[in-house]
């Protein structure tokens, strides 16, 4: 699979059920593989590809604007937005809560998604 990754990516967001968690934004950690359209390797043009400043200036203004209950529904809203507003053919992501957990650098999901 031909695809360009951010990894370790920081960002404040609004997630969670308890009352403490929907006062104020809290820290992600976010880490993506998003597969790429064919040919975009080798054509040396930023139209061929996804431009993962983008992605990254993207994700910064849905987190400011939202709250999510679950990092399920973070994760899955975070796909969806890659492969149909991205136009990529696949996505692997994961979403960490950091040191929401006595005793725990990070907790959250993985997910892996398709376009139809």
């Not at 590809?49 to 992605?55: K, L, N, P, R």
């Amino acid at each position: 699979m031909d695809a360009i990754f951010i990894e370790d990516l920081r960002l404040d967001a609004r997630v969670g059920i308890y009352p403490r968690e929907q006062v104020a934004p809290q820290g992600l950690e976010l880490n993506l593989e998003i597969e790429l359209p064919p040919g975009a390797f080798g054509q040396d043009d930023i139209g061929a590809t996804i431009d993962y400043a983008e992605v990254v200036a993207r994700l910064e203004k849905e987190f400011a604007e939202q709250h999510f209950n679950l990092l399920e529904t973070l994760a899955e809203f975070v796909a969806n937005l890659i492969l149909h507003d991205f136009g990529a053919p696949s996505v692997r992501l994961s979403v960490a809560k950091i040191g929401m957990m006595k005793n725990t650098r990070r907790v959250g999901v993985r997910i892996e998604r398709k376009r139809d």
